[in-house]
């Protein structure tokens, strides 16, 4: 049977196919996320001002599956960039999506480009 | 391998099971531990607090578990009936036998009851184990349900007796002390002092009975008054008898051992009774004529017990015993130490006394005016631990001895640092720990805090009355060594949440970055830091929660709760819970609306769950057209002010305690905190607001309100304390405001008031010097921030919808309208809720 989790496939720069134009970089907070709608998917964009870089990966926590990791907050832990989920504070890299604090699945990530002012996602198809 | 049987698993048999256990040769016997009780050792001597927190478990002197992981065969609840010392075996009440090698009494003593008439009447008590207290509790709670100005009496008013005193007025009871002889604690004050302390204990609202031989108790079936002689009679619904204890030499006067006069069974300096096989000790053994009904004598006993049997012969008992006491638990300081009452002949007195502030001092010193002998302290013990040391230590003492007793502005020295002690100066006495094993763990590192000493050492873990010691020194040596006390926030910063309060407070920060970048270490922060920062900076500047909400938690950034499913509850504010009908009204129609599941929180206000982010400013415009504000359920901040509808209605009310707690809850309401804050209010002793259970609680009593502090639910349940009595409305939210400024200055980040109260060191006599007595110099600082507060507030809801920029975050997703469609919701009871989560 095919879950909600299956949707999402850490994707390489290499592998896209498709540079989805998301929304205008003014429309995301600084240093903190939100959710993009892309076909079927719910995809958590963040911009770590911080660091100067935008990272993306899948809305769903793999902890209960709810579509809440773009309402997270975002840090460090010694140096790796992760979002921290608002309902149990599990935290994810958002270079890899490997999770730091237990041992859930790794989240599955997506490249980032800004242009123009637009932020785009990379996905498969 | 031998066999040895301990008789009796109370504070002094678990004691011996302890300290054996911890010797190498232990691995050549065999304990097996009769208890008579249900349930294992447990801390007799803080039995007291068996009726704040009604935990049996949190008194435990070590689990079940730790005697099998030992290898000792715990029998709880099977009393030992006999023994047979030519078989070297002993029979239970449940008939079976076993063999002992070496046998261990260590039965303790029962309450003694004087053959009063009528002293078997239902409502009489004894004040010894968890069962009898779990009686008086239940006894009471009846006694109050029928008649609330219920009385209950004490016999006796020793040390005991007035702990039991105490304990009555915190059921709730009218508290009186009878004694038979002309003063207070006969045995440890002289009558001066008792004098003093009888007035102190007057002034707290414990009534005082001296010189009553009670004749009979009163009552048909339950006891109802005590009779003293003609036309002398006492009114009471119970009677707590704490008139002295007895030896429980039961077994031992059966077998033919050597038993005193008035009971015990005799044991020599090696703690051995007249059978060589038979060990006694703790308050069974009567070692030089005496009982010492204490627990530090007692664990001496069973490391000499110990050593004995593992073949160190030459341990054996001092000859001298300290008797120093301190009273612990009243609200009083009263202590003695040494020799408390001294014969002109043997040396000279020397007493201070004050009858109007209720101190009374006096120490006895050599009749060549160099050593301590003893002393007595009533009103002010907190110069007890120094002075105990100083006797125990035969410490120089100044020329003018007065000096230590004075107070420092009459010319009173101020007593030696607590490092100048000797090495071998014994701080804890219960567990026979020295200044220099204290010392001696932090140096060598297998401790760095204070909870580390304890744990290494045991100091501190008996009575307790030595933690403030400890304490000292062990900030002392860790001071001496140069280690710096570290609680900082996160691997993103080296500083705790004070240093980063006075840090934003005084460089005006508005921004996280700003505080990261010139204090931080050089990281992006977290989860744990951003909060804190973003709760400070509210704290600080009254911001709303709507500044920078990315840096805010789970729920400040939507100001709304998150649920499991991702969706949010709504709490609207209804102070003291007052709400007219035409708002339940409007309520009701916007939870019909919005298809809100509907419930009554645990703070009596009303919350509507279900709603996605699209909805929640939608639901907000209506909430606040009705007039309604946010109730800041989702914030580390002042949740609700509960209230009893007071005088306002009920016949009982003293005064209007629902228009004092929405005064209180408007006052404070948004307020950005270290945690979560509630407020109770009742309008009498009855306290159906629970407002004990509280942070701040409020009970009217004659004459004004009684504050309580520190109290609350959740974890670890605390019932508030008393800190100040009979003040009006204006003196409490002067006090209130202090208390709670200075709480959101110090605390530690996500600690409540009662974990921030307890850990303050100087506990709530520091806490009470400091918001009463500004003794910091503080409080007018304290209340003008806490104004500024109250000035500043603004709705953060309001604040939100009406300004776009702020309702961009609002939405489910940033490029659409839609609603998150992995939302599945199923029907319960006429309601609904989300699809339970595998
Ligand atoms: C309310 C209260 C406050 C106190 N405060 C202080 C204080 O502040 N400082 C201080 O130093 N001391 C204090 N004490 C005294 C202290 O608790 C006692 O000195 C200590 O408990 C004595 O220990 P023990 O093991 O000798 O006796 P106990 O603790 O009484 O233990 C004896 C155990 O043996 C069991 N037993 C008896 N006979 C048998 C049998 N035949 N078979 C099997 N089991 C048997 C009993 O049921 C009991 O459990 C206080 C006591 C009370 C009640
Ligand atoms: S606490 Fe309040 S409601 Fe309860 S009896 Fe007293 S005044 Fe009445
Ligand atoms: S008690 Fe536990 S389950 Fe109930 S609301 Fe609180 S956190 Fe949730
Ligand atoms: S659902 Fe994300 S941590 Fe539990």
Redesign the interface.
């Known amino acids: 049977m095919e879950t ?1 989790l299956d949707k999402y496939k850490a994707t390489e720069v290499e592998n896209v196919n498709v540079w989805f134009k ?2 205008s970089v003014n ?11 892309y076909k079927e998917k ?1 995809i958590a ?1 963040f911009n ?1 001002e ?2 100067g870089k935008w990272y993306a990966c899948q809305n769903l926590c793999p902890h ?5 990791l773009s ?9 790796i ?2 979002v ?1 989920c ?2 149990h ?1 599990k ?1 994810f890299s958002l270079e890899t999506g490997e999770n730091l604090n237990s041992d859930l699945d790794a989240i599955a990530v997506y490249p980032v480009k800004v242009e123009a002012g637009y932020v785009y996602i990379g996905f498969e198809e | 391998m031998q066999h040895i049987i301990v008789v009796g698993n109370g504070m002094v048999g678990y004691k011996f099971c302890e300290k054996f256990v911890e010797k190498a040769e232990s691995k050549d016997f065999k304990i097996t531990v009769f208890g008579e009780e249900p349930r294992p050792a447990y801390d007799r001597v803080h039995l007291s607090e068996f009726f704040e927190s009604q935990n049996a478990k949190a008194l435990e002197m070590a689990t079940a578990e730790w005697y099998a992981d030992n290898n000792i065969d715990l029998i709880t609840g099977e009393r030992v009936a006999d023994i047979n010392r030519t078989s070297k075996t002993i029979t239970t009440a449940r008939d079976r036998d076993f063999s002992y090698d070496y046998l261990v009494l260590a039965t303790g003593s029962s309450p003694f009851v004087p053959p009063i008439k009528g002293v078997e009447k239902e409502g009489v008590f004894v004040y010894r184990t968890i069962e009898d207290l779990e009686g008086m509790l239940a006894y009471a709670a009846k006694l109050k349900a029928e008649k609330p100005d219920a009385r209950a009496a004490v016999l006796g008013g020793g040390l005991l007796g007035l702990e039991a005193g105490k304990a009555v007025m915190d059921m709730g009871l009218e508290p009186h002390i009878v004694e038979f002889a002309p003063k207070l604690m006969p045995r440890q004050l002289d009558s001066r002092s008792s004098q003093v302390l009888k007035l102190k204990l007057e002034s707290i609202g414990l009534n005082i009975h001296l010189s009553k031989a009670t004749n009979q108790v009163l009552g048909d079936g339950a006891i109802t008054g005590m009779e003293f002689g003609e036309d002398d009679f006492l009114d009471v619904d119970m009677l707590i008898v704490s008139a002295g204890i007895r030896p429980r030499d039961e077994l031992g006067r059966a077998c033919g051992l050597e038993v005193g006069v008035r009971g015990g069974i005799v044991v020599d300096n090696t703690m051995k009774t007249s059978d060589e096989n038979i060990y006694a000790i703790g308050e069974i053994a009567l070692y030089n004529q005496m009982i010492y009904g204490l627990v530090a004598p007692g664990y001496d006993m069973a490391a000499v017990a110990v050593e004995q049997i593992i073949g160190n012969t030459e341990a054996v008992m001092p000859a001298d015993i300290d008797m120093s006491t301190k009273l612990k638990l009243i609200g009083v300081d009263v202590a003695s130490f040494g020799e408390p009452f001294m014969p002109a002949s043997k040396g000279h007195s020397i007493i201070f006394e004050n009858k109007t502030q209720h101190l009374y001092k006096r120490i006895n010193v050599s009749l060549d005016g160099k050593t301590l002998l003893g002393g007595i302290l009533v009103g002010d013990a907190s110069d007890y631990s120094m002075l105990h040391q100083v006797y125990l230590n035969a410490m120089a003492i100044p020329e003018d001895p007065s000096q230590l007793i004075l107070p420092a502005s009459e010319g009173g020295a101020v007593l030696g640092d607590v490092m100048d002690l000797p090495d071998e100066a014994q701080i804890c006495s219960c567990e026979s720990v020295t200044k220099g094993q204290i010392c001696g763990v932090i140096e060598n590192g297998e401790a760095t805090d204070l909870a580390g000493v304890v744990s290494c050492t045991k100091a501190g873990t008996g009575c307790g009355g030595c933690k403030p010691m400890v304490a000292d020194l062990t900030n002392a040596t860790l001071k001496s060594l140069g280690i710096e006390v570290k609680d900082s926030v996160c691997e993103h910063f080296d500083l705790n949440r004070q240093d980063l309060y006075k840090i934003i407070q005084v460089k005006g920060y508005k921004k996280f970055n700003e505080v990261l970048d010139n204090h931080g270490n050089g990281g992006h922060g977290c989860e744990l830091c951003k909060p804190l920062i973003a709760s400070l900076m509210a704290s600080i500047h009254a911001d709303t929660a709507n500044e920078e909400y990315a840096i805010q938690d789970s729920n400040d950034r939507f100001l709304a709760n998150i649920q499991r499913n991702g969706t949010y509850s709504v709490v609207p504010r209804v102070p003291g819970g007052e709400i007219t009908p035409d708002k339940l009204i409007a309520l009701g129609e916007i939870a019909k609306k919005y298809d809100l599941y509907t419930k009554i929180t645990g703070g009596v206000r009303i919350d509507l769950f279900g709603a996605t982010l699209n909805q929640l400013p939608l639901i907000w415009k209506e909430l606040i057209s009705h007039g309604f504000e946010s109730g800041h359920a989702y914030g580390k901040s002042l949740r609700t002010v509960k209230t009893c509808v007071g005088s306002t209605w009920c016949r009982y009310g003293m005064d209007e305690s629902v228009s004092f707690g929405i005064e209180l809850e408007n006052r404070y309401r948004g307020i950005r905190a270290p945690h979560k804050i509630k407020g109770g209010v009742s309008g009498c002793i009855r306290e159906c607001a629970e407002a004990r259970g509280k942070d701040f609680g409020l009970i009217a009593v004659e004459g004004g309100w009684n504050l309580y502090v520190g109290g609350n639910g959740g974890a670890n349940p605390r019932h508030a304390e008393l800190f100040a009595e009979q003040i009006d409305n204006e003196t409490v939210i002067k006090y209130l405001d202090r208390y709670l400024m200075f709480y959101m200055r110090t605390a530690k980040p996500l600690q409540r008031t009662a974990a921030w109260q307890e850990r303050l060191e100087g506990g709530l006599d520091y806490l009470k010097e400091v918001i009463i007595e500004d003794k910091l110099g503080i409080a007018e600082d304290l209340e003008k921030e806490m104004q500024t507060l109250v000035n500043k507030f603004e709705c953060e809801w309001t604040q939100a919808v009406n300004n776009p920029e702020m309702m961009k975050r609002f939405n489910h997703f940033i490029n659409s309208e839609d609603e998150d469609e992995n939302l599945v919701f199923v029907p319960m009871r006429d309601q609904k809720m989300p699809e339970p989560w595998v």
């Open positions: 909600i998301a929304a429309d995301f907070p600084k240093d903190g996320g939100a959710c993009v709608k719910q964009v770590f911080r660091l209960k599956m709810e579509m809440v309402r997270g907050m975002i840090g460090d832990d010694k140096g960039p992760k921290a608002p309902l504070k935290t």
